[in-house]
């Protein structure tokens, strides 16, 4: 009996042809669900994305064919057969996996979930307060799993709850639930669901990244090799400037420890040496350099002062001097010497051989 083989329809032929010329044109390949995207947004994409992306649609059973039959020139290509459900498209570029995915995401937008739709990925009512008072809306969130309390007058979630699981239906319970709260976990646009590029494959979870979180991680990683090369003393051109002041530093700790003369510590010894002096004058009030020099000016202009009295005395004694000779003069003349007078002429000339030895000892000192 002969073997019965299935009848291929000339048109599927054909259509599958079509798509396997075209995933050959591309470096990359991704296969998306287009359950959710209304017609007129998917014909705007494609306008927006006709210079970078081709967008294709066809049956699911067609995608498969095309992908086996590429299997052998495509390494890993017909891997992406386990990626497709719902309304299946190609989208296809020669950028990269994660580019196409940060475009198709911006295209996006929410809208409320509707009872019987598929959840495009896992919905998660998350743990906070409600704007609803207690009453009916406590046995309303209960029916979905949730567990809530009474904060501030106001029903509160407890904790994060996971409703329905990414591909499952949304059920009207939590449809309503959803809508209540504000939650809006529907997308509309294309959900990307896996991507092909040179024998690798790329989920949605891994091409659904945070560009900050990735960078902040990029970071902290950078930061952490650096800490650790510096910490085992690995020598990078980054780290090699902190080793070698580490090492110095090091160095010069070991030889302060151990008396070991340096460059380095001989010369912060002498600075330590000359700080101690200071305190140490300072302490004792021992002069300095600069000390000596301002009393040796405090003595000459004490030394000047004394002698200008000195002088001033000196010449009143001398006209003191000159007066009596004057008059012993007057008394000779008549005669008439006094012996008083004497004894004042006497005393002058004391005062003013006095005077003039305080001066010369004065001018000795001042040199």
Known sequence: MAEHKAHISNWKKVEVSRVEKLLS????????????????????????LKDSVNITMTKGSLINIALNNLKSKLLGVDKLIGNIRGMPAILMT?????????????????????????????????????????????????????????VDGKVAVKEDKLV?????????????????????????GINLLAAYEAGTIFTKDTLNIDDTEVLNNIKLAAQSTFNLAAFIAYP????????????????????????????????????QAHLEAEHL???????????????KRDLVEEAKIEKSQIQKEEEAAQAVLKRLQDQKIGSMSSRNIDKDFEQQEKKAQELLKKLQDEKIKKGDKKK
């Open 236 to 271: 990078t051109k980054d780290n090699i400037k902190l080793l070698v002041s580490k090492a110095y530093r090091s160095t010069i700790s070991v030889a302060k420890k151990g008396n070991i003369p340096t460059p380095e510590t001989v010369k912060e010894s002498i600075e």
């Open 94 to 150: 020669n950028s990269n996996p994660f580019r196409l995915a940060k475009l198709l995401k911006k295209s996006k937008s929410t809208a409320p979930a509707k009872a019987g739709q598929i959840a495009p990925n896992d919905i998660i009512i998350p743990a906070g307060p409600t704007a609803f008072p207690p009453g009916p809306i406590i046995g309303e969130l209960g029916s979905v799993g949730l567990k809530t309390g009474v």
């Open 25 to 48: 044109d591309y470096k990359v390949i991704a296969v998306a669900d287009m359950t959710n995207m209304p017609s007129h947004q998917l014909q705007k994409l494609r306008s927006s």
């Open 281 to 295: 004058k300072n302490k004792f009030s021992l002069p300095t350099e600069d000390n000596d020099v301002k009393k």
């Open 164 to 188: 329905v699981k990414e591909g499952e239906l949304i059920s009207p319970q939590v449809a309503g639930v959803l809508a209540k709260l504000g939650i809006e976990p529907m997308e509309i």
